[in-house]
């Protein structure tokens, strides 16, 4: 089980993590690894400081104390722009697309970390540039096609359902060629059929070695799908471990899960 590897393979690393807000403790000591091709679960009821230790990884708010580490590196004061362009992508619950472009072009827009020009490369279409953006079209095209939205790749992004929006979403995501990928309840809103494939994708994920940790109210379908959960109650973990192990932690119980069951076989 990924619990019992050493620190030394971990991708990410929470060591001590806090985070107040006034007299409020929203996180408290926090301590959790996350490694390459894993998918790992992070769940506990409302207010468990779930969305707060995501924006802390994410790099949209400071830790009041403790550090993340990301390859072994400290990610203490380096700004939130940077943490995408390390390889730390966050999508969120309400997708958010660029209504005057098209599905490609929302796509591309993910790689701005990739880059490798200059503004006056760009502006004079320079041949780098013309071979840049070649490459970042048939790039978005392998994502878009991931993600099982192929044949809309020039459609107006207007058309997509909501489902499509998400899965967009998560091509835009995959565009910026990330190493771990955070998931903010991912499910919601979606029909089950749209689950069963989301959970394909997320799999085809991890199974490039891309790390993925969620946040998600939809137990049946995080229990089928992490690898591993960590559960928060009041900001402080208390269970980590295989989903079956953590349905059957009497504090998990009490905390949240009451009587989820969720068969695996």
Same mark, same amino acid.
Request: proline share 4%; aromatic share 6%.
């Given at each position: 089980?990924?619990?019992?590897?050493?620190?030394?393979?971990?991708? =990410?690393?929470?060591?001590?993590?806090?985070?107040?807000?006034?007299? *409020?403790?929203?996180?408290?000591? *926090?301590?959790?690894?996350?490694?390459?091709?894993?998918?790992?679960?992070?769940?506990? !009821?409302?207010?468990?400081?779930?969305?707060?230790?995501? &924006?802390?990884?994410?790099?949209?708010?400071?830790? &009041?104390?403790?550090?993340?580490?990301?390859?072994?590196?400290? *990610?203490?004061?380096?700004?939130? @722009?940077?943490?995408?362009?390390?390889?730390?992508?966050?999508?969120?619950? @309400?997708?958010?697309?660029?209504?005057?472009?098209?599905?490609?072009?929302?796509?591309?827009?993910?790689? @701005?970390?990739?880059? !490798?020009?200059?503004?006056?490369?760009?502006?004079?279409?320079?041949?780098?540039?013309?071979?840049?953006?070649?490459?970042?079209?048939?790039? /978005? =095209? @392998?994502?878009? $096609?991931?993600?099982?939205?192929?044949?809309?790749?020039?459609?107006?992004?207007?058309?997509?359902?909501?489902?499509?929006?998400?899965?967009?979403?998560?091509?835009?995501?995959?565009?910026?060629?990330?190493?771990?990928?955070?998931?903010?309840?991912?499910?919601?809103? =979606?029909?089950?059929?749209?689950?069963?494939?989301?959970?394909?994708?997320?799999?085809?994920?991890?199974?490039?070695?891309?790390?993925?940790?969620?946040?998600?109210? $939809?137990?049946?379908?995080?229990?089928?799908?992490?690898?591993?959960?960590?559960?928060?109650?009041?900001?402080?973990?208390? /269970?980590?471990?295989?989903?079956?192990?953590?349905? /059957?932690?009497?504090?998990?119980?009490?905390?949240? *899960?009451?009587?989820?069951?969720?068969?695996?076989?």
């Amino acid at each position: 089980m990924r619990s019992n590897m050493s620190d030394a393979s971990a991708l =990410l690393q929470v060591r001590g993590l806090t985070r107040r807000f006034g007299g *409020l403790l929203a996180v408290s000591g *926090l301590d959790m690894s996350v490694f390459p091709g894993e998918i790992l679960g992070l769940i506990g !009821p409302n207010g468990a400081g779930k969305s707060t230790t995501f &924006s802390m990884m994410a790099g949209a708010i400071e830790p &009041s104390a403790g550090d993340i580490y990301f390859q072994g590196e400290s *990610l203490s004061g380096v700004p939130t @722009h940077a943490f995408a362009a390390r390889g730390i992508v966050r999508t969120f619950q @309400h997708n958010k697309p660029f209504e005057s472009m098209s599905i490609q072009e929302n796509v591309m827009v993910g790689m @701005h970390t990739q880059v !490798p020009l200059s503004m006056w490369q760009v502006v004079l279409g320079t041949a780098k540039a013309k071979a840049h953006e070649k490459h970042a079209r048939a790039q /978005a =095209l @392998h994502w878009i $096609d991931f993600v099982g939205l192929g044949e809309y790749a020039q459609a107006d992004v207007r058309t997509l359902s909501f489902g499509q929006g998400r899965l967009l979403e998560i091509a835009r995501g995959l565009a910026a060629q990330p190493k771990l990928m955070l998931f903010d309840e991912p499910a919601a809103g =979606l029909t089950a059929t749209e689950c069963i494939r989301l959970a394909d994708i997320i799999r085809g994920i991890a199974a490039q070695g891309i790390a993925v940790l969620l946040i998600e109210h $939809d137990m049946p379908f995080l229990m089928a799908l992490a690898q591993r959960v960590v559960v928060l109650n009041f900001g402080e973990k208390i /269970a980590e471990g295989s989903p079956t192990q953590v349905q /059957a932690d009497p504090a998990v119980v009490n905390a949240y *899960l009451g009587q989820v069951k969720v068969d695996h076989a």
